[in-house]
T-cell receptor
Framework: DAGVIQSPRHEVTEMGQEVTLRCKPI?????LFWYRQTMMRGLELLIY????????DSGMPEDRFSAKMPNASFSTLKIQPSEPRDSAVYFC??????????FGPGTRLLVL | ELKVEQNPLFLSMQEGKNYTIYCNYS?????LYWYRQDPGKSLESLFV?????AVKQEGRLMASLDTKARLSTLHITAAVHDLSATYFC????????????FGDGTTLTVKP
């Protein structure tokens, strides 16, 4: 298995631009998670889906952030408009429900 | 709300020494996980602990779980430089199936 796939791996954009991060979970996993990691705030859970349905989005910082999971093999996290404080590493993880999470390699986002 | 507390947050130790990292959590849980993150990399699963008294070992790392005390320990035996990383514990929320709450991580540096 290829593991969790994220794209892009690196993204540099200017403030105000739209950013879309993509994730392909491991086949057969029915839970998907989006995390953000920074030095200041550590690892934060943004949102998680179970069977493609958003279960808990209480970690989404504000309305500029949105996440979708249109099918079992694809999810997006969108930031519009982006701000410098959104600069972070964004991880996607998947798991069978209630089991170990498998993390993707992450997307390093820099907003100038 | 489930809270997970790790200590210490930073640990510097010499090669060959033993040490223990602690993970306390605030509410009843059936599952606890330990993850490792190398600098600039993603998180990878080390152990899953499912029951009171569970003990798992791999190489120089041993994890245990005491559900009555709501405490897990990660014991490092005869540390080597390759163990330098950040270690996270994560606890499943029994009332929100599939969602894990992560501790802040313990950054371990093993010096020659």
């Amino acid at each position: 298995d290829a593991g969790v796939i994220q794209s892009p791996r690196h993204e540099v954009t200017e403030m105000g631009q739209e950013v879309t991060l993509r994730c392909k979970p491991i086949s057969g996993h029915n839970s998907l998670f989006w995390y953000r990691q920074t030095m200041m705030r550590g690892l934060e859970l943004l949102i998680y889906f179970n069977n493609n349905v958003p279960i808990d989005d209480s970690g989404m910082p504000e309305d500029r952030f949105s996440a979708k999971m249109p099918n079992a093999s694809f999810s997006t996290l969108k930031i519009q408009p982006s701000e410098p404080r959104d600069s972070a590493v964004y991880f996607c993880a998947s798991s069978p429900t209630g089991e170990t999470q498998y993390f993707g390699p992450g997307t390093r986002l820099l907003v100038l | 709300e489930l809270k997970v507390e790790q200590n210490p947050l930073f640990l510097s130790m010499q090669e060959g020494k033993n040490y223990t990292i602690y993970c306390n959590y605030s509410t009843t849980s059936d599952r606890l996980y330990w993850y490792r993150q190398d600098p600039g990399k993603s998180l990878e699963s080390l152990f899953v602990l499912l029951s009171n008294g569970a003990v798992k070992q791999e190489g120089r790392l041993m994890a245990s779980l005491d559900t009555k005390a709501r405490l897990s320990t990660l014991h490092i035996t005869a540390a080597v430089h390759d163990l330098s990383a950040t270690y996270f514990c994560a606890v499943d929320n029994n009332t929100n199936a599939g969602k894990s709450t992560f501790g802040d991580g313990t950054t371990l540096t093993v010096k020659p």
